[in-house]
């Protein structure tokens, strides 16, 4: 039985193609956005997006109110997942973090030279 039970159940199961994920807010849900590194060239998703509803919960008793305040309304299957990831973040070092960093921002300022040059065109089409 694998070590990350909560990602398999989630639907990932190649547990090194992992790079990195992110978590953000996004109306009344977490938003949990998890990262690969794939050949190029590979047909395979670049990122899994999953949602989260922030739980409402009435607690029943001090305990389940105590539990409900620890996680701030997060679901458990989120808190689960997040640990599992951190536990392969630290296990892959800051090095693979670095290097990711570094290609996230060569994509970033690609896109933002193919915007620009695109704004260019259409004001110059305005001239």
Do not use: W
Request: no cysteine; charged share 30%.
């Amino acid at each position: 039985m694998s070590e990350y039970n909560t990602l398999n159940a989630m639907g990932l199961t190649d547990i090194q193609a992992i790079s990195h994920y992110k978590l953000s807010y996004k109306d009344k849900q977490e938003v949990l956005k998890v990262y690969f590194n794939h050949p190029e060239g590979s047909a395979l998703p670049d990122s899994s997006t999953f949602y989260f509803e922030r739980n409402k919960v009435v607690a029943a008793d001090k305990e389940a109110a105590t539990q409900n305040a620890e996680n701030g309304g997060s679901d458990p299957v989120l808190l689960a997942a997040v640990d599992e990831l951190n536990t392969i973040s630290k296990r892959k070092g800051n090095n693979d973090r670095r290097i990711t960093l570094l290609n996230e921002i060569d994509r970033l300022e690609q896109i933002m030279a193919a915007k620009l040059k695109e704004l260019r065109e259409d004001l110059n089409k305005l001239v």
